[in-house]
Nanobody, 125 residues
């Protein structure tokens, strides 16, 4: 089965940067769309960013545009989320997600079939 493993989470101060990585175990799904979602304490899980199969098409939540960048390296089965100018409001568990069949981006949680366990990002003020 497909396994997604996130890494790179941790504690950073406001204004700092952090890069999250997501490794996919199955090359079969290396060309499907991927996404990042997050869930803050007491809140619903929300969309953060998504990227199409080739990496040319991306989409971001309004609250992270200009600060976060999603990218991928299909040869390595990796997806990344570069976060800059972090704010305390960014504190959340971040999840990597993969579509099973489709190569197109989606902002909907229900469009994704596989999920990682999540990695904690904490931004201090």
């Amino acid at each position: 089965q497909v396994q997604l493993v996130e890494s790179g989470g941790g504690l950073v101060q406001a204004g700092g940067s952090l890069r999250l990585s997501c490794a996919a175990s199955a090359r079969t799904f290396s060309s499907t769309a991927k996404g990042w979602f997050r869930q803050a304490p007491g809140k619903e899980r929300e969309f953060v960013a998504t990227i199409g199969w080739s990496g040319d098409v991306t989409d971001y939540a309004d609250g992270v545009k200009g600060r976060f960048t999603i990218s991928r390296d299909n040869a390595k089965n990796m997806v990344y989320l570069e976060m800059t100018n972090l704010k305390p409001e960014d504190t959340a568990v971040y999840y990597c997600a993969a579509r099973k069949y489709y190569s197109g981006t989606s902002t909907s949680e229900s469009a994704y079939d596989y999920w990682g366990q999540g990695t904690q990002v904490t931004v201090s003020s």
